[in-house]
């Protein structure tokens, strides 16, 4: 049991002078008058309760101020009038809360875990728990992700995949552009690795709701010396061997990881650092260490890269063979950006969005979840362009644990929508070809032929159907069918082909990526 004093609970006596205008009593029975202490809910409700029944579990409580006083106390909660009367019904002899609201029922789990109700008493909101996610899977389940609750997140995702309504339901939800609500309270690996669970249960390994070890990011990537410290791209670097360093820079999170740098270079950098580098010369420190000091609460590998950037000299030695290099990690680098936004280097910030671009063609799926999540919106289209060659259901990036669902949503979407624009272009050409056989028609012709293709029905097929590498191949492929079946000529079958060319990139640059 918790100690009555606990800091969790704001404490204020009634013998303080309070307005007690602002303050609305609680419905019938938490309104009596032979109450002993008076516990206010965040919007000012007050529930006359006793300590007898308080004592019993980890609810708050005070004791008077004096063995002679006699006032009652009151407590200030967090909890809103609606969740406290709930909990307070489960635990006195009344008639208890209703629970058809999925949303209550998490907040009364929740809540009822934090003041170490006892078994017995959350045997009822567990009940309530299990019976409306059998109804509810996928609300459960958002939920559960939203506040990290392990065993209600194994309970629904198996609701989710056993029944097969429900699995049906879920990859059908993954053709609407919204997927379902809550999905951003979901994060992109959660989601991915739920999709997965639904495609393949009968055959799969058990579901993992957080990502298997080999799937995590790697907290310590520096490598280290035979004598345990830390090694980075500075010990490369023969300019500090040519102008010792005057400064020394520290992660709080990894002090045996020592990085010299320059103080012009890092107060060129940023104002806010040079502000740290005065203070730590005024502050006495130097003359303990023998050198300036300034520490970061970034993690090591944030530090480490962000003086390295300062120094500009990320992209002569990523490009090195060595095996000592320091190359990049994308899981980590919306951490590396954020950090040059917090110190103001807009320098840097500069040069990161430009060592981020090459990636777009290397590893596209991995470059659009760090862009969005970086707030990179360009680079992140431009990835998802170039993601749609991929196939998306088996691929997961690390990014993903940082991402929301509805971000790897909106990729999905952005890739059917794209296939099935090609689709229709495709589809219209081998229809009508006959009759467009002019490959000089004007922008305006194209733009309104596109709204034309774009707005007729679907073909019908399902969205994905289409291998996506063959669409580069469109036009070689319907020259092969419009020779056979039209008896065209090559060289009307090459006019073709330049037109296709010219309205598929007018159409596909239609298609829009949401950032929501």
Known sequence: MLSTSSSMFSMMSASEPESQARFTAATPPFDR??????????????????????????????????????AVSSISVTENSKLLDGILRLIYPV???????????????????????????MSVPEAAF??????????????????????????SVRSVIWPDKFSEEVLTLVDREDGFEGLEHVTAGQYFRLLNAVRYAPVSSPFQIHPPPSQSDVDDRLPCEQDGSRKGWFQNCDLFDRIPADVHVYSTLLLDLVIPAHKFVLKFSSSILADYIAQSETDGTAEFTGITTIYLPEDGDTVHDLIRFCYGSWSSSSSTNDSNTHDINLATFPALVAAAQNYEMAKVYEVLQTTLTPFIRSDPVQTYFVAVACGWNDIALRAAQKSVRIPLRNKYVPQMEHCSGRTYQNLLDFRNQWIETAEKVSQYYHEHAVAHLSANR????????????????????????????????VPKIMAERLIVEKNLSMASVDTISKQLDRVLG???????????
């Open 506 to 516: 007018v159409a596909l640059a239609k298609v829009k990526l949401r950032f929501s």
């Open 33 to 70: 008058p032979d109450g002993d202490i008076v516990l206010v809910s965040s919007d000012s409700v007050t529930f006359s309760c006793h300590k007898a029944i308080l004592s019993m579990f980890s609810l708050p409580q005070v004791e008077p101020l004096s063995p002679s006083t006699t």
């Open 130 to 155: 299990r019976e409306l996610t059998s109804l509810q899977p996928l609300q459960s389940l958002v939920l559960s992700c939203r506040y990290d609750m392990e065993a209600e997140m194994y309970f």
């Open 442 to 473: 004007n922008t305006d012709e194209i733009e309104g032929l596109v709204s034309e293709i774009i707005a007729r029905e679907s073909t019908g097929c399902h969205k994905g159907s289409i291998p996506v590498n063959n669409i580069p191949k």
């Open 95 to 121: 008639v208890r809360p209703q629970m058809h609201c999925i949303g209550d029922v998490f907040d009364i789990l929740r809540t009822g875990r934090k003041y170490q109700l006892s078994e017995t008493v």
